[in-house]
């Protein structure tokens, strides 16, 4: 098993820039395919990015940040991360990490979930 917390949430301004960090402990983190999600008050649980092991391959399924966030991760440090620009109001939202062992790719299931930060951009 592998347990995740994430870190880095918080309130930015409209435009403005945020990191979110992943922290992974237990088995091997390049064990696990990363992903990153969101979800809004209200509104369902979106898939937003995925890293593969070896983080050489990306996955972005969300057309709405598509081209504002990059995910990225540094099997060294056993952290995953999610860098976002352009922030926008509506990117408002609990972001959490997912941690999948494969072999699917892209994965469409994530067995392990970190609890989520907050992230709030002001008009």
């Known amino acids: 098993q592998v347990q995740l917390v994430e870190f880095g949430g918080g309130l930015v301004q409209a435009g403005g820039s945020l990191r979110l960090s992943c922290a992974a402990s237990?088995?091997?983190?390049?064990?696990?395919?990363m992903g990153w999600f969101r979800q809004a008050p209200g509104k369902e649980r979106e898939y937003v990015a995925a890293?593969?092991?070896?983080?050489?391959?990306?996955?972005y399924t969300n057309s709405s940040v598509k081209g504002r966030v990059t995910i990225s991760r540094d099997n060294a440090k056993n952290t995953a991360y999610l860098q976002m620009k352009s922030l926008k109001p509506e990117d408002a939202a609990v972001y959490y990490c997912a941690a999948d062992p494969g072999p699917r790719w892209p994965p469409s299931h994530f067995d392990f979930w970190g609890r989520g930060t907050q992230v709030t951009v002001s008009s």
């Open positions: 237990g088995r091997a983190f390049s064990a696990y395919v």
């Open positions: 890293i593969d092991w070896s983080g050489d391959t990306t996955y």
